[in-house]
T-cell receptor
């Protein structure tokens, strides 16, 4: 079946460096993607989203890039801080024909920030 | 932003008992809520979509008689794990939908002894 997945399960970065977390998706019909951050023992927290009619979207210290040609999504975190340590999920939000909207999560990447 | 709460945050129960988990949208009405299950170091897996006033839609492989969902109002959905067994131990997370956005609860840690 079609799914959303991540290339790297764990990423360690030095504090202050930039982080890049990657995600591959297989459903070419997907038109809305979200990045979530999940800290240990907590629910996912929305970070940033992007629609398929965009290639790039920026937030505060975060940028999401979408490459529809190769079905690839990335999250860039600038000047990574210890508080950024968490598991990051890319997710696909879609409403199948005649169905209800739902979010499908990728496998997740654990980001470890080294002080 | 929108706030979603879950109760309880942690529950420990004996095998064979039933456990009810509540999911509430505190400051908005949600016609649709979702229930996820998450195993340690794994991703969230959608269990079911809960719709106010109608039956829940379960994902393939999820037993509807095992995981009872009731969307009693526009701000409350409940998940009841019936006759719980140790393999039901997991982190259960709900979310509430407003427009296209989903807002997640803090999760409930269920441990079945």
């Amino acid at each position: 079946g079609e799914s959303v997945g991540l290339h790297l399960p764990t990423l360690s970065v030095q504090e202050g460096d930039n982080s890049i977390i990657n995600c591959a998706y297989s459903n070419s019909a997907s038109d809305y993607f979200i990045w979530y951050k999940q800290e240990s023992g907590k629910g996912p927290q929305f970070i940033i989203d992007i629609r398929s009619n965009m290639d790039k979207r920026q937030g505060q210290r975060v940028t999401v890039l979408l490459n529809k040609t190769v079905k690839h999504l990335s999250l860039q975190i600038a000047a990574t801080q210890p508080g950024d340590s968490a598991v990051y999920f890319c997710a696909e939000n879609m409403a199948p024909p005649g169905g209800y909207q739902k979010v499908t999560f990728g496998t997740g990447t654990k980001l470890q920030v080294i002080p | 932003g929108a706030v979603v709460s879950q109760h309880p945050s942690r529950v420990i129960c004996k095998s064979g008992t039933s456990v009810k988990i509540e999911c509430r949208s505190l400051d908005f009405q949600a016609t649709t809520m979702f229930w996820y299950r998450q195993f340690p170091k794994k991703s969230l897996m959608l269990m079911a979509t809960s719709n106010e006033g109608s039956k829940a839609t379960y994902e393939q492989g999820v037993e509807k008689d095992k995981f009872l969902i009731n969307h009693a109002s526009l701000t409350l959905s409940t998940l009841t794990v019936t006759s719980a067994h140790p393999e039901d131990s997991s982190f259960y997370i709900c979310s509430a939908s407003r427009d296209e956005e989903q807002f997640f609860g803090p999760g409930t840690r269920l441990t079945v002894l």
